[in-house]
């Protein structure tokens, strides 16, 4: 198995640009979550899916945020738009069977960085 | 809304001591998961602990959850140069209210090796 794949790897952008993060779960796993990890606040869970319905976004920062899983094997966090301060690592993991209580893999990440 | 603190945020070792890291949940959990990330990677899980009191070993590490499933330990025995990164504990706990698991993620103990 691949594992959790993500794209872009590594995102430069300037301020105010949109920015698309885009998630392929493990085959199978019927769970999302997509994290923000910087070092003033650790690693957030910003939004996580159940067979591709969001089930809670009570993490996503604000508006500018948004995400969306079209079918079981892709999912996009979108930031429209960009700041400096939405600069992180972002993480996407994917769970089998009862989600947060089930083992996450994670991706390697997108480090974004806005300029 | 959940807590979970873990301690202490940074550690220093000379190759050989001992390492523990500690997790402190503000409400009781239904599990924990240990993930260990490598510096530059990504999260990647260790262990999940379920039962009031747990013990579990792997190798040189050895997990526990404590007896009134708020806290769990993370104790590695002759630290090597390989035990180096960052170490998170993340609680699950069940949302009555909306009848899901959460999962939060500790902010981590930052593990040096000093050869």
């Known amino acids: 198995d691949a594992g959790v794949i993500q794209s872009p790897r590594h995102e430069v952008t300037e301020m105010g640009q949109e920015v698309t993060l885009r998630c392929k779960p493990i085959s199978g796993h019927d769970y999302l979550f997509w994290y923000r990890q910087t070092m003033m606040r650790g690693l957030e869970l910003l939004i996580y899916f159940n067979n591709n319905v969001p089930i809670d976004d009570s993490g996503m920062p604000e508006d500018r945020f948004s995400a969306k899983m079209p079918n079981a094997s892709f999912s996009t966090l979108k930031i429209q738009p960009s700041e400096p301060r939405d600069s992180a690592v972002y993480f996407c993991?994917?769970?089998?069977?009862?989600?947060?209580?089930?083992?996450?893999?994670f991706g390697p990440g997108t480090r974004l960085l806005v300029l | 809304g959940q807590q979970v603190m873990q301690i202490p945020q940074y550690q220093h070792v000379q190759e050989g001591e001992d390492f523990t890291t500690y997790c402190n949940s503000s409400t009781t959990l239904s599990n924990i998961q240990w993930y260990k990330q490598r510096p530059g990677g990504h999260p990647v899980f260790l262990i999940q602990?379920?039962?009031?009191?747990e013990v579990k070993k792997q190798k040189r590490l050895t997990f526990q959850f404590g007896e009134a499933k708020k806290n769990s330990s993370l104790h590695i025995t002759a630290t090597q140069t390989t035990d180096v990164g960052t170490y998170f504990c993340?609680?699950?706990?069940?949302?009555?209210?909306?009848?899901?698991?959460?999962?939060?993620f500790g902010k981590g103990t930052k593990l040096s090796v000093i050869p």
């Open positions: 993340a609680g699950v706990r069940k949302d009555s209210g909306a009848g899901s698991y959460q999962l939060t």
């Open positions: 602990l379920v039962k009031s009191g």
């Open positions: 993991a994917s769970s089998a069977g009862r989600g947060a209580q089930e083992t996450q893999y």
